[in-house]
């Protein structure tokens, strides 16, 4: 049988023994049920949770200024959709548009580039202040209290300017699983999305916590985030849940926790699939672009796929990885050791983000033997993680392997075990 693969903007064809196939995991098909705009337009007039949008404008004094977080170029969210209707909803309200300032959420990846400054500008319009978060910039950032961890830690927390300084901030973003936070979107926007550097990598060092995985609320991570868009005072959130196809199914505004964690739910709902035998060899999908990007961003779905490979057994990452690593940090730990082991050791003397990339690729090389389909030149450094085959050489294992597992759109699906 013929199975098509995402990879990059494009597919790949790859020919599987139908007889060897028995696990074929795939987010539930969920189409949407109106154009996206109407989706988005009706959400905001019903939040989940406090006031609209709307009437949180109107609640203020004057023409309040309002800062409005949007996801960087590792994000899948559709542009157009979602800032029209908040334009329409500040037109509508008389805020003037120099009144607006649209920022992106980088955390601690790089500035949207040129091109994507552009499709952000075409979309937004003339008039609104578009900035990109610097999180090592101190004179971009501004204190808003201290976050206090389970353990008693205690960490100030500085949090983009243009976001603190605002009378009226929102959120917007995808909800989506995140193998440390637990999910994507909501208080993410604010940590990891426009906070500091010290804050990102003190709360990223907790990646070894046991409640510290995709797919879980309660983990402190997560926690850690949620309390930050209270430091910051986050005053309304707007939370997509896409389809496989990227597409707008539905969207939850509203109060920051409440609207997200309905969201929450209907992501569960879709993406949590159920399986029921391991296999000797697991074929994933990252899951096209932007999911498969970069070597970076493709890890998590390593992560996911690894719940379905037998003990020993082989998984093929199928992954275009056009911008290569992703990460000069990520890079430069792989090639500063002999063997990917040797990472444990140095996270724990100093976390470096980018440099836990390297480890948690380490931890996952522990538990199966690792192949990649990709774009990437198969230097000495890319064979400490993965062996890089083709599709041909792919097609050769399946037919010799007793089991295998096909695992689509990895970087996002959750497989789950039934409970027999």
């Known amino acids: 049988m013929k199975v098509q693969f995402k990879y990059g903007k494009d597919t790949i064809s790859v020919a599987l023994p139908r007889s060897r196939i028995n696990e074929n995991i795939h987010p539930v098909e969920e189409m949407p049920g109106d154009d996206p705009f109407t989706i988005i337009r009706s959400s905001l007039k019903k939040p989940v949770g406090g006031m609209s949008l709307s009437e949180l404008i109107e609640d203020s004094s004057g023409n309040p200024s309002i800062a409005v977080t949007v996801e960087d170029h590792t994000r899948p969210v559709p542009l157009e959709p979602v800032i029209d209707p908040l334009l329409d909803e500040f037109s509508s309200t008389e805020v003037p548009k120099t009144n607006i300032t649209f920022l992106v959420a980088t955390g601690i990846h790089r500035d949207l580039n040129k091109a994507e400054m552009g499709e952000l500008r075409n979309v937004v319009g003339p008039g609104p202040k578009i900035v990109n978060h610097h999180a090592d910039n101190q004179s971009e950032l501004t204190s808003v209290g201290g976050l206090t961890y389970p353990d008693g830690t205690k960490k100030e927390l500085l949090i983009n300017s243009n976001l603190v300084s605002a009378d009226i901030t929102v959120l917007t973003g995808d909800v989506e699983f995140h193998q440390l936070y637990g999910y994507g979107g909501g208080a993410k926007s604010i940590l990891p999305g426009t906070a500091d550097a010290e804050s990102v990598r003190f709360n990223h060092s907790l ?47 509203g109060d920051v926790h409440q609207a997200f964690r309905a969201a929450v739910e209907n992501v569960d709902d879709i993406y949590k699939v159920p399986y029921e035998r391991k296999a000797e060899l697991v074929i994933v999908e990252a899951g096209g672009y932007p999911k498969d990007i970069d070597l970076y961003q493709s890890q998590k779905a390593v992560e996911n796929g690894l719940e379905l490979v037998k003990p020993g057994g082989d998984l093929i990452l199928i992954a275009k990885c056009q911008d290569g690593w992703g990460s000069s940090r990520f890079y430069d730990w792989v090639s500063s050791v ?83």
């Open 207 to 253: 990646m070894d916590v046991p409640e510290a995985r995709s797919g879980n609320l309660n983990n402190p991570l997560r926690e850690a985030a949620e309390k930050a868009a209270d430091l910051a005072g986050v005053d309304f959130s707007v939370n997509l849940v896409l389809n496989q196809q990227k597409e707008i199914v539905n969207c939850y505004s």
């Open 338 to 420: 002999d063997n990917l082991d040797e990472t444990e050791e140095m996270i724990r003397e100093k976390f470096v983000i980018g440099g836990h990339k390297a480890y948690i690729y380490a931890k996952e090389k522990r538990r199966a033997n690792l192949f990649l389909i990709s774009d990437l030149e198969d230097d000495k450094n890319l064979r400490k993680i993965f062996t890089s085959i083709t599709v041909k050489e792919l097609e050769e294992m399946a037919k010799e392997a007793k089991t295998v597992a096909v695992l689509k759109l990895g970087s996002s699906t959750i497989p789950v075990k039934k409970n027999n």
